[in-house]
C-alpha cells in the first residue's frame, strides 16, 4: 500500500477512536436519576440480593418465596436462629444451616443475619444515631468486605458473597446504592453477629 493510502487509513482509524471517545464523553453520563435506578434496581434484582435479604414465606407447594411486605428488610426482629456446632459437621455432613426464612445462617462462623438494606433511619441503611451511612461508606463495604466499609470495622460474614460484588464498577454500586434509598424504610431492628460456638471439650 502507498504511504499516503497508510496514512490516510492510520489517521481515519484515529479519528474513528477520537470521535467514539467524544461520544461517550458527552452521552455517557446523560442517564437521568430515574435510568440509575432502575439501573440499581436491575442489579439487585439479578444479583441474588433478596435471596437473603428479603425474608422469604410459604409459596405454592411449600416453596419458598419473597415477602413483597418485608422488601429488602433483613432478618425479622425476634425470630429464632440456628445454631450450627462442629458435631453438625463431623455427623450430619453439615457445614451451614439456614433459618425458615432464608434471613439467617449458621456455620463455623457463628450466626449471621441478614442486614437491612432499606432506608430505615433507626435501623436502616440511613443516617442513624451510630453511623452515617453514606455512598462511599456502601461502595467500601462492598469492596473490602467490611462491616460500614470501615477499615477496622468487623468482617462481612457468610454467606455475603461479597468477594464476587466487589468486582462491580464503581457506576454499578452507585446505582445500587440509588435504589436502595428509593426503598420504602422498614423498621427492624437486625441482631449483631453471634460468635462461633466453642468447640467441644476434649476428653481426658
Known sequence: MHFKH???????????????????LLFAGSATAEDIVKRGKYLVDITGCHDCHTPMKEGPEGAPVPDETLLLAGHPVGV?????????????????????????AAGPWGVSFATNLTPDKQTGMA????FKWTEEAFIQAIRTGKHHGQPNGRDILPPMPWPAYKHATD??????WAYLKTLKPIKNKVPEPVPPAAPPAKKE
Open 6 to 24: 497508510k496514512l490516510f487509513y492510520i489517521m481515519s482509524g484515529g479519528l474513528g477512536v477520537l470521535a467514539l471517545q467524544v461520544f461517550f
Open 80 to 104: 429464632p436462629y440456628p445454631i450450627w456446632t462442629p458435631e453438625d459437621l463431623k455427623n450430619r455432613n453439615t457445614m451451614a444451616m439456614f433459618g425458615p426464612q432464608l434471613t439467617v
Open 127 to 130: 443516617d442513624t444515631d451510630h
Open 171 to 176: 457506576e454499578d454500586l452507585k446505582a445500587i
